[in-house]
């Protein structure tokens, strides 16, 4: 069920940036097989977050490389582990054949948790996966207008009674659920060209050579 609720907030993240890229004139996008392209790129606001050893990160900590962006959080019990390890073997493949890509992208892993996912701990987590992954947080309010701006969705949700109680970003948390939820989240990855802006969307399900030859593509033709 969690896995269907993020292949449907992958698809509603794709129709939200492809209605707010609108039309342009720029040049055809480079023909992909799971990556929606979006051309122009879409710029994103400034944003703060944290990172436990390098500090604060920002629109500039990820100007001049490629990114792969991907929200959860550490207690996810499948998506999360799921998507990682796909980006992890991802990267294996890339070291094992550095030729087959322009540049390994970095990948950063966004909690959206961070009332209990604590800076330190984020980092081991998305380190247990590989050495290269960034964890970053920030203040809650931070992360969900970077999510928003990505076009991430996820809700928190509470068992109550026997039914489970969905809590949107922002809004209040009904007295005593205390921190006894899990988060619902999409699985799509966003892809950040060197300008730190959105140059594609990655859909879930994810395959490593897919996305290899994706981003290979989208960077050749930058």
Known sequence: MKTLRAILGSLLILSTLLLLEGCSDSAAPPSTEGATVLRPAKPIPPFELTHHS?????????????????????????????EL????????????????????????????????????????????YHPSFLGITGEQKAVDQLARSMGARYERVYHVDGKELA????????????????????????????????????????????????IAAIQNSW
């Open 54 to 82: 390098l500090g604060a990160m920002n629109l500039e900590s990820f100007k001049g490389k490629w990114s792969l962006f991907f929200f959860g959080y550490t207690r996810c019990p499948d998506v999360c582990p799921t």
């Open 85 to 128: 390890f796909t980006l992890a073997e991802m990267m294996r493949k890339i070291e094992e054949n550095p030729a087959a890509i322009k540049e390994a992208p970095q990948v950063v892993f966004v909690s959206v948790d961070p009332q209990q996912d604590i800076p330190e701990a984020l980092q081991k987590y998305a380190g247990y």
């Open 167 to 214: 809590v949107e970003p922002g809004a209040p948390v009904p007295e005593g659920l205390g921190n006894a939820y899990l988060i619902n989240h999409s699985a799509t990855i966003v892809l950040l060209d060197p300008n730190a802006e959105i140059s594609a969307l990655l859909p879930s399900p994810h395959q490593p050579e897919v996305m290899i030859r994706d």
